[in-house]
């Protein structure tokens, strides 16, 4: 079992950022940053980001050109920052780790307990 823990969430305006931090022990392996919101439709949990072991990064339609990923190899923390955040950025985010490499499909194993972002307009 590998543990992963998220930090950084909190409470926003339109427009704003923040920077989420995931820490997991272990070598590198295939990461990736999941929401989930409140309610439906968006009680799907969503892909946003991942970050593949050759270092290949992908991002979900949603997010991109707002949101960066990023993994410090070194300090085996995975990042990701988070600009112009909407309101429908709401939800509760987590990040993920596998072996094998699954991009924006939900099916890594590991998974943290998530941290809430929340933006209002």
């Known amino acids: 079992t590998v543990h992963l823990m998220e930090s950084g969430g909190g409470s926003v305006q339109s427009g704003g950022s923040l920077t989420l931090s995931c820490v997991w022990p272990?070598?590198?392996?295939?990461m990736g940053w999941f929401r989930q919101g409140l309610r439906a439709p968006d009680r799907e949990r969503e892909g946003?980001?991942?970050?593949?072991?050759?270092?290949?990064?992908e991002y979900a339609d949603s997010v991109k050109g707002r949101f960066t990923i990023a993994r410090d190899k070194a300090s085996h923390i995975l990042y990701l920052q988070m600009n112009n955040l909407q309101p429908e950025d709401t939800a509760m985010y987590y990040c993920?780790?596998?072996?094998?490499?699954?991009?924006?499909?939900?099916?890594?194993?590991?998974w943290g307990q998530g941290t809430q972002v929340t933006v209002s307009s």
């Open positions: 272990g070598d590198p392996a295939c």
């Open positions: 946003i980001a991942a970050i593949e072991v050759d270092g290949s990064i």
């Open positions: 993920a780790a596998d072996v094998i490499d699954y991009g924006l499909d939900d099916k890594y194993n590991w």
